[in-house]
T-cell receptor
Framework: AQSVTQLGSHVSVSEGALVLLRCNYSSSVPPYLFWYVQYPNQGLQLLLKYTSAATLVKGINGFEAEFKKSETSFHLTKPSAHMSDAAEYFCAVSDRGTGGFKTIFGAGTRLFVKA | NAGVTQTPKFQVLKTGQSMTLQCAQDMNHEYMSWYRQDPGMGLRLIHYSVGAGITDQGEVPNGYNVSRSTTEDFPLRLLSAAPSQTSVYFC?????????????????FGPGTRLTVL
């Protein structure tokens, strides 16, 4: 069964500092991987996705993630945090074997950005 | 396009009451799903549909019913509300995107319904 584990339910960084949100996946087949962001009182929106075309994936708002098969990881990074990045971030995996329409989400990491 | 819309935004129920959460999408997506979001647990799949007339259970289906009579609509019914169903409910729609020899789905989410069961 597929799963994702997000390390750290809360991460706090200063404005301008590096953002690193960790995600490890478990899948018996090469996975599709996603990062979603949820701003307060809103639904989730897609930040970026890995579909095997390239291991380093660039997304919206300056975020990127690197797929590392040897480490079963898909960590999300941003070189310089902005106050507007404060939100909850979800890593997700979907199984190619089922046609990819079942998406499994991690528990989420809430990012706090200090001025 | 309105995307994925959900009504109501907020609802308070008493234990044992029934209600329907509405979800509609105008993107002609074949797949639709219902998730619940609880603190520290991420999003958990309740039910999903791969097309009109076809539905299946997700991770936490008990206490919920769905139907899909049209491509656009995917209502979620709570048959007899319980306090354990207090949660934020998200509807999502998606379509298959080809990737090499396989495919994946990118989910588009509605704004959510915050449900409290007393």
């Amino acid at each position: 069964a597929q799963s994702v584990t997000q390390l750290g339910s809360h991460v706090s960084v200063s404005e301008g500092a590096l953002v690193l949100l960790r995600c490890n996946y478990s899948s018996s087949v090469p996975p599709y991987l996603f990062w979603y962001v949820q701003y307060p009182n809103q639904g989730l929106q897609l930040l970026l996705k890995y579909t095997s075309a390239a291991t380093l994936v660039k997304g919206i708002n300056g975020f990127e993630a690197e797929f590392k098969k040897s480490e079963t990881s898909f960590h999300l990074t941003k070189p310089s945090a902005h106050m507007s990045d404060a939100a909850e971030y979800f890593c997700a995996v979907s199984d190619r074997g089922t046609g990819g329409f079942k998406t499994i989400f991690g528990a989420g990491t809430r990012l706090f950005v200090k001025a | 396009n309105a995307g994925v819309t959900q009504t109501p935004k907020f609802q308070v129920l008493k234990t044992g009451q029934s209600m329907t959460l509405q979800c509609a999408q105008d993107m002609n997506h074949e797949y639709m799903s219902w998730y619940r979001q609880d603190p520290g647990m991420g999003l958990r799949l309740i039910h999903y549909s791969v097309g009109a007339g076809i539905t299946d259970q997700g991770e936490v289906p008990n206490g919920y019913n769905v139907s899909r009579s049209t491509t656009e609509d995917f209502p979620l019914r709570l048959l007899s509300a319980a306090p354990s169903q207090t949660s934020v409910y998200f509807c999502a729609s998606s379509y298959s995107m080809a990737s090499g020899l396989s495919s994946y789905n990118e989910q588009f989410f509605g704004p959510g319904t915050r449900l409290t069961v007393l």
